[in-house]
Each structure stands twice: as C-alpha cells, then as structure tokens.
C-alpha cells in the first residue's frame, strides 16, 4: 500500500512539472524608455504580435522561439529581435530607438 502511494505522489509530481510547462525569462529594456514591446511566437502563420508591456518589463516567453520589436509613442519602432529561448533560461533585451533618416531633397531643376 505504501509503494502505490508514492507511485500515485511521483505521478502527481510529473503531471504538475509537466502541466507547468516551460518557460524562458527575459528582461526588455529600450533606449529612450517607455516603449511598448509586441512579440510573437514563430513556426506558425496563426501566431500573431501581442503588446506585451511597456519597458523596462519582465516577461515570460511560454515560445520555443519568439521575436519581439519595440515601438515609441511617436510610432517609429525597433529592429526586431529574437528572444532568448530555452527551457527556463533568463536573458536581457535591449531596443535601441533608430535615428531619423534626414532626407535632402532640393526642387531645383537641373543644371546643364
């Protein structure tokens, strides 16, 4: 009776690990700060981008692989990036906010 009993405990214990699932930590921070992160899962086309918080954030990727970019409140956006991956690994990223593309254009009719 006592051996069923830690059968049925070990069982338990497995479906617990199991039904937690697997989950990788990564701390987002941006340059400027606040921006607001979206990140998506990959390896499937019915994955699509979430907001996810804004910066500086904790968060919990539950993705194999997922890629993430951020965007500032006057609507210019990162790069995006892939999310550090693995079960229960930790990782930092970081966006950087690209400079404004100067544009030169003059109206003047060309020259001969």
């Not at 965007?71 to 950087?96: I, N, R």
């Amino acid at each position: 009776m006592f051996d069923r009993f830690r059968i049925r405990i070990a069982a338990l214990a497995l479906t617990a690990a199991f039904g937690a699932g697997c989950a990788t930590h990564v701390a987002m921070t941006s340059d400027p700060s606040p921006a607001t992160v979206y990140a998506k899962g990959c390896g499937r086309a019915s994955y699509q981008w979430r907001a996810v918080g804004n910066t500086p954030l904790a968060y919990k990727s539950w993705y194999t692989h997922e890629i993430a970019f951020a965007k500032w409140s006057d609507g210019v956006q990162s790069a995006v990036q892939d999310l550090p991956g693995g079960c229960g690994a930790e990782g930092q990223t970081h966006f950087v906010k690209p400079a404004a593309a100067s544009v030169s254009v003059t109206n003047r009719p060309a020259t001969r």
